[in-house]
């Protein structure tokens, strides 16, 4: 039986993408019978399904794990991997074209070959693949359904025509792309992150809805590859979440890149007569711009349907399963996790709401969602990562702070480097050096971050972190010097004055 027969179809359906599919959804796959209750079923093979299932499976649970298309979820298949090695692909081509910078002289034009770049990526997607393989999971101890799940009631669920009965379940079915009503929009043939790594072609005018992360890295990637990228964003600026003067940044590297911008964009519009073409208000002036292909990176809807929560007495509304800070539906004993139930749409949150879910389903836990301080890094070059509150919030939460700054161009590796354009801006409780939210633009930011998240988990402050050596030169130094800002904030006049005395009485 072929992939499409299995109905399972991933274009183009070459030999990589064939090696994922037999991977994530092989098509002559034989589903287990079921044997008794099990321990935990699990209703979603993304990242929060995964990590739930092996590790109960690991931890002796009976489990059942259950997938109607391709294991591995958003992440693997549509999001996190491929875009990753496609904005790989396209810093390549940037850092070539930029060589001349650094006194490396390239002759001739540089010239990137799109079909290339995009078997690259299906090629490392499918080795990434294996990891999530439904044979994998098999060898591990769990039993793989692959098929529709469905509730039948609070303690069952049915899948290919088999019935399933559990003492707890979770459902980890993530979200999808979803359209905003822009007139004309249904009827044209647009990408989303579900489609676009499914190109072969390099589009020579490329529109862009929404100047979120997905939007902006894909508008960097696809301006560096060689098209004529048009970003629109409705607000005021792009990643409209960030602080302003960070996304600036962004914005301008998207600029040198070629990207034309078009924030606080009003009244879209998408018409086809004979070509594609969107239409914005923008600042007052009318933009018409043709273009060949249209990516709608706006919105996400929780995968809700066809699980019948109606039958297991599990709430739901348009913005997911609801659930409590344990991560508990209205069924106390069917649990949820991951895009299905979070704001924070973010593998590694994902990850570790699994964790939680897996110590109070199966082990009586307490564990509390409120409890995670979640990172999150926008992968533009330079990336913009961010981890707790911004001023604005601790503004809000009547949080009293103190706010400390390296601009980049004051550390020694991002200036050899030629990324200078950044800083790490942290946030401490005001009168100490608890750290209460950080926002770093550097070129390496979403690895920095963590320095920082580790230091807010651990209850550790700016003076740990100065204290801390790290290794010279390094960009990560850059937080190393925010500590240093606040040492020199404890050495007060009357410190100063005590200091000075006892030096004088020394002498």
């Known amino acids: 039986m072929s992939s499409e027969t299995a109905g399972i179809s991933l274009p183009p359906m070459d030999a990589h993408n064939r090696e994922l599919v037999e991977n994530v959804h092989p098509p002559d796959w034989r589903n287990p019978t079921p044997d008794g209750v099990y321990n935990l079923v699990v209703i979603g093979a993304g990242t929060a399904g995964l990590v739930t299932a092996s590790a109960a499976a690991q931890m002796g649970a009976r489990v059942a794990l259950i997938e109607k298309h391709l294991m591995g979820g958003d992440c693997l298949n549509v999001g996190c ?46 080795g990434i693949s294996h990891h999530d393989s439904a044979a994998r999971f098999r060898d591990l101890g769990v039993d793989v359904y692959l098929g529709e799940g469905r509730f039948t009631d609070g303690a069952t669920v049915e899948v290919d025509g ?43 005018r490329f529109g862009i809805i929404g100047a979120g992360p997905i939007g902006c890295e894909m508008a960097q990637a696809f301006a560096r590859f060689g098209s004529h990228v048009i970003l629109v964003e ?32 009003k009244d879209a519009e998408v018409q086809q007569s004979g070509e594609v073409r969107l239409q914005v208000a923008c600042n007052g002036v009318r933009h018409d711009e043709p273009v060949d292909r249209l990516l709608v990176a706006v919105g996400r809807a929780p995968n809700v349907e066809n699980l019948n929560l109606e039958a297991a007495g599990v709430e739901y509304d348009r913005q997911g399963v609801t659930v409590d800070d344990r991560l508990r539906t209205t069924n106390p004993d069917i649990f949820a996790a991951g895009d299905v139930c979070s704001a924070y749409k973010f593998t590694h949150a994902a990850d570790f709401m699994a964790r939680i879910v897996l110590r109070n389903a199966l082990f009586l836990g307490r564990s509390r969602v409120s409890a995670l301080t979640i990172p999150w890094c926008t992968y533009t070059s330079p990336e913009l990562a961010h981890v707790g509150l911004y001023e604005h919030e601790a503004a809000e939460q009547r949080i009293r702070i103190d706010t400390f700054e390296q601009p980049l161009d004051g550390v020694d590796r991002a200036v050899l480097d030629g990324q200078q354009q950044g800083f790490v801006r942290i946030h401490v409780r005001k009168g100490s050096d608890r750290i209460v939210g950080a926002t770093i633009v550097a070129a390496h930011a979403g690895d920095m971050i963590a320095h920082v998240t580790f230091a807010m988990t651990s209850g550790l402050g700016l003076k740990q972190i100065a204290d801390t050596i790290h290794p010279y030169p390094t960009q990560s ?27 004088a009485w020394k002498r």
Request: glycine share 6%; charged share 25%.
């Open 234 to 265: 409705a607000s005021d600026q792009i990643l409209p979440r960030e602080d302003g003067d960070a996304a600036a940044i962004v914005r301008e590297s998207l600029r040198r890149d070629g990207v034309t911008i078009l924030c606080g964009g």
């Open 162 to 204: 088999q019935r399933l009965s559990f003492r707890r379940a979770v459902i980890a079915t993530g979200a999808r792309a979803a359209a905003p009503p822009i007139p004309g929009l249904a009827e044209v043939d647009y990408l989303t992150n579900e489609t676009v790594f499914s190109l072969t072609e390099l589009p020579d």
């Open 81 to 126: 991997v491929p875009s990753k090695g496609l904005l790989s692909a396209a810093r390549a081509a940037a850092a070539v074209r930029n060589a001349a910078n650094f006194g490396v002289t390239v002759d001739g034009d540089v010239r990137v070959d799109f079909p290339a770049a995009m078997e690259r990526m299906r090629r490392l997607r499918a």
């Open 477 to 503: 130094e850059a937080i190393r010097k925010v500590g240093d800002l606040y040492n020199r904030t404890r050495l007060t006049p009357p410190v100063r004055s005590l200091m000075q005395k006892w030096l």
